[in-house]
């Protein structure tokens, strides 16, 4: 018995498939992953600021 693929693997030879016929979206997908880690350590630095004036509120 052959195992049926996943949804997230055809999502994923899908996508392969369209950004072979679509470089642009490769360009477009590099920018949009920058974004998203600028985001995350973005949101690491204001987790630590909401940290620290929660910890001087207390005292």
């Given at each position: 018995?052959?195992?049926?693929?996943?949804?997230?693997?055809?999502?994923?030879?899908?996508t392969k498939?369209?950004?072979?016929?679509?470089?642009e979206?490769?360009?477009e997908?590099?920018?949009?992953?920058?974004?998203?880690q600028?985001l995350?350590e973005?949101?690491e630095?204001?987790?630590k600021?909401?940290s620290?004036?929660?910890?001087?509120?207390k005292?």
């Amino acid at each position: 018995m052959q195992k049926q693929p996943s949804i997230h693997g055809l999502k994923n030879k899908q996508t392969k498939e369209e950004t072979q016929n679509h470089p642009e979206l490769v360009t477009e997908h590099v920018e949009m992953q920058k974004e998203i880690q600028r985001l995350k350590e973005e949101n690491e630095i204001l987790k630590k600021c909401i940290s620290i004036f929660t910890e001087k509120k207390k005292n």
